[in-house]
C-alpha cells in the first residue's frame, strides 16, 4: 500500500502545482498586456512559495517523534478547505507590475499552493519513516513528482487548453486537490510510522561548500530555463506553449537524473555537452534574424536541456543522507527563488538588455567538467586581439563580407571548442567572445539610446543615415537623419496601407482613428491636421523615445496632433465609445512575438463594436516566425465581415520595408474599391483558426522554411 499511496499522493501534488502555473499566466496576459515578462514574474511567485513550502516542511522535520508533526500537517490541509472553491480574478495596479502580480497570486492562491508544494519534501520525509522496503531512501520518490510536474505541464496546451475553458479548469483543478486531501489525510492518520534513528557519527555536517553547491547547481538550470524562456517568447509569442517546453525540459531533467538507474548517464552528458553549445552560441553570433524560428527554439531547448541534465545530475551525486533530505530541497528551492530573482526582477532593472541569458550561459561553465589549474592562457589573449583587431578595421571589399559573415567571431568560437583545456580557459574566452557579441560598444552600428523594463528591450541605432527603433531582432521603424519627416507615413511598414487610409479620408471629414501600437510614430504622418487621431501605447519608454526629438521627430512635425494614451491595446478600446472610429489599426508586436489576446475573436467583435458600420480594421501580421492570417479569416467569418489580405515586398528606394496586412470590414462598396488596386485580394484561403480567450494554439501557424 505504501508504494501506492505515496507517489499516488505525491503525482497528484505535482499535477495541481504545474497545471495551475500557465492556466494563471494565461489570465494574466491580457491584463499586463501580453508582455513575456508576466510569465517571469508568475515563475517567481511559484519558485518563492516552494522555498516558503520547502522551509515549512524542513520545520516540521524538526520535530521530536511523528505525531506532532503530522498533526500540524492536518489542521492546515483542513484549514486550506477554507479558500476552496479556488479561482483567479487579477486586477491591474498602478504602480509595479511585478509588485502587483505576486500580491494578487499570494492573497488569491496562497494556502492550498503552499500545502500542493510542500509535498515533495514532506511526503519523502514521511516515507522514510514508514520502515518500509526503500525507506533509507526516497529520493526515488522526486522522480515521480517530477513526472506528475512533467504531465501536468505538458497536457496543458495539447488537451486541456484546448478542449476546456479556463472556469472549467479551475473547476477541475478544485476537484483534483479534494482527491488530493483524501490522500494526504490517509497517510497522514492510517499510516505507522516509526521515528528515525540517526547516528550522528555517520551523517557528515552541512558545511558551507556543499550547501553554496547545492544553490548554485540549482540556481544554474532555474535561470537558464527562465532565460530560454524570455529568449523565445519575446521573440516569437508569449504563450502557454512557448512557457511549458522548457519547463518541461527542465522537469524531466529532474526525472531523468533523479531515477533509481537513468536513461541517460551524467558521464554521457559531460562528453557532449560542448557538442550541444555550439548551435545556440552560433546562433548568437549570426543572429537570431537568420534562423528560422524551429531551429531557433531547438538549438536553445537542446542547449538549456543539456546544462539542466549536467546540473541536476551533479545534485544527484551529492544528495545526502535521508536525515538532511530536507534541507537539501529547500537549497534547491533557494536557488530556484535566486534565478526567479535575477531573471524576473533584478534583470529587467540592472541590464539593458537580455543579458542575463548568455551570462548564466557563461557561470555554467564552471559545472563543465574540465581541468582545473592547468596553465596556458594563449587562448583568451588571441581571441581578445583578433576580435579587436576585426572590430576596428574597415568595412570594404573583403573585409566587409568578413566582418558581415562574423568570420572572426566563428573562428574564435572553433578555437575554443577545440583548444579549451581547462575551466578557466573555457570562461574567460567564452566571456570575451560574449562581450563583442553582446555589448553595445562593439556593435557594428552606433547604440543611440538601449533602454529596457517589464515590456521588453528596446535599441535605438544610428545607421546607414537613418535612426532605427528595434525590439529584440525586429525593426519597429526608422527616419532618416537630416529628413525632418516622412509627411505621408509611408516609411517602414506603412507604405502597404496607405492608399487605404487616403480612400476613408476621401470618405469622413474628418477621419477618426485609433491605433494599437506606437513605434516610431510614423503612422502619425498619414493622417492630416483635421483627423482625430489617437494612438495606444502600453510602454512607457516607447513613448519616451518616439517623442525624443533627438531619436525621431514624427510626434512633432506630422500634421495630426495625436494624442497618446498609455493602456493596453484591448483595454484602451474598450474604454472607447461604441461606432466611434471609422479606422482601427492593430500594430502592437513587440519584436515578432504575438499579443495573442489582441487576435482573438472576442477582440475582434469588441473592435467591430467600436468602428462604424461601414469601419476598417487593418491588422500588421507581418512576422518571420507565424503564419497568422488563418486566425483572422476565422475572426472575420465568424463576424461575418469581409477579409482582404495584402503582402508587400520591400522596396529600398521608397525606405518600405516587406509587410503584410489583413483588413476587416462590413462596407462592401469600400473593399470592392480595393480589390485588385495596390495589391490587396480577397481571402479564399481554406485554412481557417479560430482563436478564443480561452483558446490559442500556435503550432500550425509555424513557419517552417
Request: proline share 5%; aromatic share 12%.
Amino acid at each position: 500500500m505504501h508504494r501506492f499511496i505515496f507517489p499516488f499522493s505525491l503525482f497528484l501534488s505535482s499535477c495541481l502545482l504545474f497545471i495551475i502555473q500557465p492556466m494563471v499566466a494565461k489570465i494574466l496576459l491580457p491584463v499586463y498586456g501580453g508582455t513575456p515578462a508576466v510569465w517571469s514574474v508568475c515563475m517567481l511567485f511559484f519558485q518563492g512559495l516552494l522555498l516558503v513550502a520547502y522551509g515549512y516542511a524542513w520545520v516540521l522535520s524538526r520535530f521530536a517523534g511523528t505525531r506532532s508533526w503530522r498533526l500540524l500537517h492536518v489542521g492546515i490541509c483542513v484549514l486550506s478547505l477554507c479558500f476552496l472553491p479556488l479561482a483567479f480574478s487579477p486586477q491591474a495596479a498602478s504602480g509595479v507590475p511585478e509588485v502587483s502580480i505576486l500580491g494578487g497570486l499570494l492573497l488569491q492562491l496562497g494556502l492550498p499552493l503552499l500545502v500542493v508544494g510542500s509535498s515533495a519534501p514532506l511526503l519523502q520525509y514521511a516515507y522514510s519513516q514508514t520502515g518500509s522496503k526503500k525507506s533509507a531512501d526516497p529520493y526515488f520518490l522526486y522522480a515521480a513528482s517530477n513526472a506528475g510536474s512533467l504531465l501536468a505541464l505538458l497536457s496543458y496546451p495539447w488537451l486541456v487548453e484546448r478542449f476546456s475553458t479556463i472556469s472549467q479548469q479551475f473547476a477541475g483543478w478544485n476537484i483534483v486537490y479534494l482527491l488530493y486531501l483524501a490522500s494526504m489525510l490517509w497517510i497522514l492518520v492510517a499510516v505507522r510510522y516509526q521515528p528515525l534513528v540517526i547516528n550522528q557519527e555517520k551523517v557528515a555536517a552541512l558545511g558551507w561548500k556543499r550547501t553554496f553547491s547545492w544553490i548554485f547547481l540549482s540556481f544554474i538550470p532555474c535561470s537558464l530555463m527562465l532565460g530560454v524562456t524570455f529568449y523565445i517568447t519575446t521573440d516569437v509569442a508569449a504563450t502557454p506553449l512557448f512557457w511549458v517546453l522548457p519547463l518541461a525540459l527542465y522537469l524531466l531533467s529532474f526525472v531523468l537524473m533523479f531515477a533509481p538507474k537513468p536513461l541517460i548517464s551524467l558521464a554521457w552528458v559531460e562528453r557532449n555537452i560542448l557538442f550541444f553549445l555550439i548551435f545556440p552560441i552560433l546562433a548568437f553570433i549570426m543572429g537570431a534574424n537568420q534562423i528560422q524560428a524551429w531551429q531557433l527554439i531547438a538549438a536553445h531547448l537542446s542547449a538549456f536541456f543539456m546544462l539542466a541534465l549536467l546540473c541536476h545530475g551533479r545534485l544527484v551525486q551529492s544528495r545526502p543522507p535521508v536525515m538532511q533530505l530536507t534541507a537539501f530541497y529547500f537549497c534547491l528551492a533557494l536557488g530556484g527563488v535566486l534565478a526567479g530573482v535575477f531573471n524576473g526582477f533584478l534583470a529587467p532593472r540592472l541590464f539593458a538588455h537580455a543579458y542575463e541569458y548568455p551570462l548564466v550561459i557563461l557561470l555554467a561553465m564552471f559545472c563543465i567538467p574540465l581541468a582545473k589549474n592547468t596553465k596556458g592562457y594563449l587562448l583568451p589573449v588571441l581571441a581578445l586581439l583578433l576580435l579587436t583587431v576585426n572590430y576596428f578595421l574597415p568595412s570594404t571589399g573583403w573585409l566587409a563580407f568578413a566582418k558581415n559573415n562574423h568570420m572572426a567571431e566563428i573562428i574564435i568560437f572553433t578555437g575554443i571548442l577545440l583548444w579549451a583545456k581547462n575551466t578557466q580557459v573555457l570562461l574567460l574566452s567564452m566571456a570575451i567572445l560574449f562581450m563583442f557579441i553582446f555589448m553595445p560598444w562593439f556593435k557594428p552600428v552606433n547604440v543611440l539610446a538601449q533602454q529596457r523594463n517589464f515590456y521588453g528591450v528596446k535599441q535605438v541605432f544610428a545607421q546607414a543615415g537613418a535612426h532605427v527603433l528595434i525590439s529584440q531582432s525586429t525593426i519597429h521603424g526608422f527616419q532618416m537623419v537630416g529628413e525632418k519627416t516622412q509627411q505621408n507615413g509611408a516609411g517602414a511598414y506603412y507604405g502597404s496601407i496607405l492608399p487605404v487610409v487616403k480612400r476613408m479620408q476621401s470618405l469622413y471629414q474628418p477621419l477618426h482613428a485609433l491605433v494599437i501600437g506606437l513605434g516610431t510614430g510614423i503612422m502619425a504622418c498619414q493622417f492630416r491636421a483635421q483627423d482625430v487621431c489617437s494612438i495606444v501605447e502600453i510602454d512607457q519608454q516607447v513613448i519616451d523615445i518616439a517623442r525624443d526629438p533627438r531619436l525621431f521627430t514624427f510626434l512633432r512635425d506630422c500634421p495630426a496632433k495625436a494624442s497618446l494614451i498609455q493602456d493596453d491595446g484591448r483595454l484602451a478600446v474598450m474604454r472607447t465609445q461604441d461606432a466611434a472610429n471609422e479606422l482601427l489599426v492593430v500594430d502592437a508586436f513587440n519584436s515578432d512575438a504575438i499579443p495573442v489576446h489582441l487576435l482573438t475573436l472576442e477582440a475582434f467583435a469588441l473592435y467591430k463594436q467600436k468602428i462604424s458600420a461601414n469601419g476598417v480594421i487593418l491588422v500588421n501580421i507581418s512576422n518571420r516566425h507565424l503564419h497568422i492570417l488563418p486566425v483572422l479569416i476565422a475572426a472575420g467569418r465568424q463576424l461575418d465581415m469581409i477579409v482582404l489580405h495584402k503582402k508587400e515586398s520591400a522596396n529600398p528606394r521608397l525606405g518600405q520595408l516587406a509587410s503584410e496586412w489583413a483588413l476587416l470590414t462590413s462596407n462592401e462598396p469600400l473593399a470592392g474599391s480595393l480589390l485588385g488596386k495596390n495589391g490587396w485580394r480577397f481571402v479564399t484561403d481554406v485554412q481557417r483558426i479560430v482563436w478564443t480567450d480561452d483558446y490559442s494554439n500556435l503550432l500550425p501557424l509555424l513557419k517552417w522554411q
